[in-house]
């Protein structure tokens, strides 16, 4: 195509923007809008597809999981004793990090606080290619009190001051088995005994790393030297493989050229000395670390949060979905347009130009309309990004080249204007210039292909409105379903923690007591469970019962917390100081716990507690069955011991008045430092942290209402667009039957008969495609809503309303309007 | 230049067929005038639809300077079309987004004329149609008359060799329609053969040969004495 003929297509199409305003405007604002979000959902999804793709040797990047065939698990974190091994043994490793992500208190500038610290092996900067702006990255370990902390973590704490050589100093609290000491307990059965030690560490600020981008899975703070781990009370097994230990991800990086399949075929023969159950054999499976973000198989106590790729195939669909709403919505909008360019393409026609230079020329006016809304929708959304990540929760930048943003825009600008333009141009192409010359052409708009466009809307705004539906309902339902206790207006102070501080028990039976005695508290219950620790109950451990056995979480309630936190007993009894027995051997379990044993009368009955030489323990009560883990996971046996004066507590749940709570927690934090100086009082609302697991579904919500919202929107433009366009072209029609005597109801029952057979074929492909995706979104949880009936339903209706009060309008204004004036111009 | 044999052409609608040209034999020489005349209906302009090559016949043959074409493709027809044939139209027809001169360019820029050589010989035509003073004026802009100097000038632009006029004075007043017909007439001596529908007896006195349609048939052809200087 020659210059001059693009120039006078140009030229054209300046010119018919300028004319014909209004359809400029709906036409250039609706692919603005339309494109604003796209890019909005291609950043997100362009960000969630290239996590750890930065890393400059990501292709011989893995992470090590374990996974058991038997049970069909993958586990994220990776016993120590086999990283030693993996790499003594195998030479094909060129660097291997193990990585651990722990929340402890340091102080800093004289402050405690909360952070969290990752501790990672000295290869960590050889490995991954994160920058650093201070320090040699290749000497980090070298010191082993030497520490990295990223320019965030440098500027909330030193502001403008240089870090480099400022202290970090953490405390913690170790507990060392005193082998040559052996306690026996009221029943003559042996204990531990403990050795408690406060210790302090410090650590010199070495370096200084960029802050870790969004889209990496190692999002960390302060970097400190593996070794320290260790000597940080979190003492790993290595000597054989216990499973539920607390433990690190294993990275590796093989030499290059190294086969993976090799090497996890190699770990069979290496972990087999290892294992001392016959019945567990664990595999290696090595990930590529930039399939890590989507491992949701990897579970449940990893520290790494992967994300369902569903989510990231469900917005790349409802971007293009609204691409393709604009786009036919603009297609609608050009041929209902189009009879004011008939005369310029029957003049076109006779000058010489053939069909397909007319094509080129519609074409051409499409691309350059959505090149003009393109380039405004790239500083659009440039603008709302900020609000796009406020409604995410993300910190999404864009981070494109020129180079790619350039050739996106041409490629988008392109496909768009082919899939909007192409249409349009091939009707008006084939308009014949001797009909238009003669003033009766007609366009055949009402075609086959019209009514799919018609319907690909309708579907479209029912999977979107269903959709939204389904999301919202199921955030709703994690807000509000019956967790088997009461979550409001409860504190949740955080005291001891199994690899972190340690108060004496006696102290915080102490606090407990004062705590209970200020104003505006109810009850105080001492716990060993953290509600809402996302997955961070205590390892789980085994009763026997006969030849059966039963794994069982286990975790330890004061006698206040059962009717306190509103926990419901449904057998039995909670504990009471009635009974000495309480404190040595009762036990109250859950539903599911019974379920397992498989017996009627569960009360009275004896176990065998192995964790502790096999000791017998009796069922004193049933509990209803509560969600101590996220609504994602299965509810599994618990057993619950009575908290004593000589249990881990790690929590005080303190239930308060709802009135003057802020006053209350000052209260309760003053207390505190009184009598227990120099620890941080580290508490939360019980509500606000469970709503924190469920962020990921927070936000998912959001993008998905904020994108259907803006679908919906276009999608309803659309059908008021096309209803609107039908009865214009039916006003002759309409005319006509009202002279021979139609009444009003008769005409837009037969404008409404039109679209609903098209409403109904959309009514049963948009629920099956949204039941679908629905069904498949709602698995990841263990607990979720059922679909309803009415949410299709709903959906449907909605849609169906739209169309026909749209219909209702303005076939009410063609009806009732004067027919003769209808009619004259013929 | 035109010999068309037993032309027909049937309109076809659901359920009614018209016959709009039936055993047309007419033939036209290059550098003749020739005018056609008739009744409304009676398929004067289906007949200058088909020597334009917008539309194909239903049946017979057509031959367009040496060349069959009753059976081209709508491409074919395009191409030569576009080299060889101007449409002036009753009602001008001009593109209301373009200028005078973009006008008149159009058929220069589907034939790929470069722009240079574009201006000059769209300048050589506007002089020649005395509407170069109204070059950048936008169609709404000019008076009846103008635009139709204007569409003729577009027709002409490319110098075709044969000129198609659909009534071309039927909406002017009768000083403008002269000085329309005086530009035909002028081109027709410098070379171009015209065939022209017309209703106006006034109008067929400039043409050399009046063919007369009725009912789709040619019922008369009638010469003049006409001289050629």
């Keep these: ?826 | 230049m035109i010999k068309t044999n037993n032309l027909k052409k049937i309109f076809t609608t659901e359920e009614v067929e018209t016959t709009a040209l039936n055993s047309v034999n007419i033939e036209i020489k290059e550098k003749e005038f020739v005018a056609i005349m008739g009744p409304s209906g009676c398929g004067k302009s289906t007949l200058l639809n088909i020597l334009g090559l917008l539309d194909n016949p239903t049946d017979g043959h057509y031959s367009f300077m040496g060349q069959e074409v009753s059976k081209y493709s709508e491409r074919q027809r395009a191409r030569l079309r576009k080299a060889n044939i101007g449409f002036v139209f009753q009602s001008f027809n001009l593109i209301d987004e373009l200028t005078v001169y973009e006008n008149v360019e159009l058929p220069l820029l589907y034939l790929g004329i470069p722009s240079k050589r574009r201006e000059e010989m769209v300048n050589d035509v506007l002089e020649r149609t005395q509407i170069m003073h109204r070059r950048d004026h936008f169609p709404q802009q000019l008076s009846g008359g103008q635009q139709q100097r204007v569409a003729v000038s577009r027709a002409v632009v490319a110098r075709p060799k044969l000129i198609l006029a659909d009534e071309p004075t039927g909406n002017l007043d009768s000083a403008n329609g002269e000085e329309v017909m005086n530009i035909l007439t002028r081109l027709n001596e410098e070379g171009t053969t015209i065939a022209m529908v017309t209703h106006s007896p006034h109008d067929s006195e400039y043409a050399q040969r009046v063919i007369h349609l009725f009912d789709g048939h040619v019922v008369t052809e009638n010469y003049k004495e006409k001289f050629h200087v």
């Design chain 1, 1 to 826: 195509m020659k210059f001059q003929i693009l120039n006078n297509f140009l030229k054209i199409a300046i010119r018919n923007l300028l004319r014909n305003k209004l359809f400029s405007f709906i036409s250039i604002a609706g692919f603005t809008v339309g494109l604003t979000v796209f890019i909005h959902l291609m950043t997100f999804v362009h960000n969630e597809m290239s996590y750890d793709s930065f890393h400059k040797n990501k292709d011989r990047i893995f992470r090590a999981v374990i996974y058991t065939p038997d049970d069909k698990e993958y586990y994220g974190n990776y016993p120590v004793a086999l990283s030693i091994r993996m790499k003594e043994s195998m030479p094909q490793i060129e660097n291997a990090v193990n990585y651990l992500d722990k929340d402890l208190e340091i102080k800093v500038n004289g402050e405690f606080i909360k952070e969290k610290i990752t501790f990672a092996d000295p290869g960590f900067f050889k490995m991954f290619s994160f920058r650093t702006l201070a320090g040699n990255p290749y000497t980090f370990g070298n010191n082993p009190n030497g520490v990295f902390v990223t320019q965030a973590f440098a500027e909330k704490y030193f502001g403008s001051s240089n870090p480099l050589g400022k202290i970090i100093s953490t405390k913690i609290t170790e507990r060392t088995i005193q082998k040559n000491i052996i306690r026996k307990n009221p029943k003559g059965e042996p204990v531990h005994s403990y050795k408690v030690e406060e210790k302090s560490y410090d650590f010199l600020i070495e370096g200084i790393v960029e802050n870790p981008p969004d889209n990496t899975v190692m999002k960390f703070n302060v970097l400190v030297p593996f070794i320290n781990a260790e000597k940080m009370s979190m003492r790993f097994n290595k000597e054989d493989i216990s499973p539920g230990e607390f433990l690190p991800t294993f990275f590796v990086m093989l030499k290059k050229g190294t086969d993976k399949a090799l090497l996890e075929a190699e770990f069979k023969s290496m972990v087999k000395p290892l294992i001392r159950n016959e019945a567990y054999k664990p595999e290696l499976r090595l990930y590529p670390i930039e399939k890590i973000h989507f491992s949701t198989e990897i579970g449940p106590f990893s520290s790494i949060k992967p994300v369902s790729p569903l989510s990231v195939l469900v917005l790349s669909i409802i971007g293009i979905a609204i691409l393709l709403i604009v786009s036919i919505n603009y297609i609608n909008l050009t041929i209902s347009q189009s009879s004011h360019r008939f005369k310029e393409i029957g003049i076109r026609k006779v000058s010489g130009a053939s069909r397909s230079e007319v094509v080129y020329q519609f074409i051409w006016e499409s691309f350059f309309m959505i090149l003009i809304s393109m380039l405004i929708s790239l500083l659009l959304s440039v603008l709302t990004l900020p609000v796009f990540n406020r409604i995410t929760g993300k910190e999404l930048t864009f981070s494109f080249g020129w180079g790619s943003i350039a050739l996106a825009i041409i490629l988008i600008s392109a496909a768009l204007s082919l899939l909007a333009g192409a249409y349009s141009a091939i009707v008006m192409s084939g308009l014949d210039p001797v009909k238009i010359f003669k003033g009766n052409q007609k366009l055949s708009g009402s075609g086959i292909l019209a009514k799919i466009f018609v319907t690909t809307q309708f579907v479209l705004a029912i999977v979107l409105i269903s959709g939204a539906i389904i999301v919202n309902s199921q955030y709703d339902f994690f807000m509000k379903a019956d967790l088997g206790y009461n979550k409001d207006n409860v504190l949740l102070i955080r005291t001891n923690d199994m690899f972190g501080r340690m108060i004496s028990d006696n102290l915080l039976w102490v606090y407990r007591n004062q705590a209970l005695n200020l104003p505006g508290i109810r009850s105080a219950s001492m716990s060993s469970m953290v509600l809402g620790g996302n997955g961070h109950i205590v390892a789980q451990l085994r009763f026997d019962y006969g030849s059966k056995f039963i794994p069982s979480y286990v975790i330890n309630f004061n006698e206040e917390m059962i009717p306190a936190m509103g926990f419901k007993i449904i057998e039995g009894r909670n504990f009471s100081s009635a009974y000495s027995s309480d404190s040595l051997n009762s036990i109250i379990v859950n539903e599911e716990f019974v379920k397992e044993i498989g017996i009627r009368n569960p009360i009275g009955k004896h176990l065998k507690f192995s964790f502790i030489n096999k000791k017998d323990v009796q069922i004193v009560g049933v509990v209803k069955n509560f969600h101590y883990m996220p609504l994602h996971e299965k509810i599994l046996p618990v057993a619950i011991f009575k908290a004593g004066n000589r249990s881990s507590n790690e929590c005080i749940y303190v239930k308060m008045s709802p009135r003057n709570m802020q006053k209350t927690v000052v209260q309760l934090k003053q207390t505190w430092e009184k009598l227990i100086p120099g620890q941080v009082f580290d508490y939360v609302f019980l509500d606000n942290k469970l709503a924190d697991l469920y962020k990921n579904e927070n936000r998912w919500k959001n993008i998905i209402t904020y994108s259907s919202a803006v679908a919906i929107f276009f999608a309803c433009m659309g059908l008021f667009g096309l209803v609107f366009y039908q009865a214009e072209k039916r006003t002759k029609e309409i005319g006509i039957r009202k002279v021979l005597g139609a009444s009003t109801f008769s005409i837009i029952r037969s404008l409404v008969n039109e679209f609903l057979i098209l409403i109904a074929i959309a009514i049963i492909i948009g629920c099956s495609v949204s039941y679908y995706f629905a069904n498949k979104w709602l698995k990841n949880f263990a607990y979720h809503i059922d679909l309803n009936a009415w949410i299709f339903i709903l959906a449907a209706l909605l849609v169906t309303v739209i169309v026909i009060s749209t219909i209702l309008i303005i076939a009410s204004r063609v009806a009732s309007t004067n027919s003769a004036e209808n009619l004259r111009y013929e």
